[in-house]
């Protein structure tokens, strides 16, 4: 039976736990050392708030609010933070689930990191030069590799290729 002294020990416990819990894959990736390494004033300059929100403090954009979503062109998707190319429109696929998803990087293009928040075990995508959280990949993807790296769309630019 629920007491209210239950209700409000847990709803305590959670807003304690609440702020810390979102950012194990930030605090794994600022032990990294990173090529493109800013102050949080400098990327809140050079980023959007949503950009920031997700590339830095590892946000997850609402699905199927993307442009990048139903983008068909030719060419590649680069880092919002520090514009290195990480995926090619050759890998996109409509994966369903209301963000860009690719079954492949380019090479050198992405660092993973382990992420625990929200009581789940995923695997984290950053960018490999900048560190910006760009999603998080799985392994229920299509051929050849089997795997689907779910992307926030505000972290990523496209840069169009001539036909």
């Given at each position: 039976m629920m007491t209210r002294r239950l209700l409000l020990?847990?709803?305590a416990i959670g807003l304690v736990a609440a702020p810390h819990t979102p950012w194990t894959a930030v605090a794994a990736r600022a032990a990294e050392?990173?090529?493109?390494a800013l102050s949080d004033a400098?990327?809140?300059?050079?980023?959007?708030a949503d950009q920031f929100a997700v590339l830095r403090q590892s946000a997850t954009e609402r699905p199927y609010t993307s442009p990048l979503l139903h983008e068909e062109r030719r060419g590649d998707f680069t880092c919002a933070g520090c514009d290195l190319p990480l995926f090619s429109s050759t890998t996109k696929f409509d994966s369903g689930t209301g963000w860009p998803s690719f079954w492949a990087p380019l090479d050198n293009a992405v660092g993973t990191t382990r992420d625990t928040s929200f009581g789940m075990v995923r695997t984290g995508v950053h960018c490999r030069r900048c560190g910006g959280h760009l999603g998080h990949v799985f392994d229920d993807g299509p051929r050849p590799t089997g795997l689907r790296y779910?992307?926030?769309g505000v972290a990523m630019r496209f840069k169009a290729v001539a036909a």
């Open positions: 020990t847990g709803s050392s990173f090529e493109v400098d990327w809140r300059k050079r980023l959007t779910c992307m926030n």
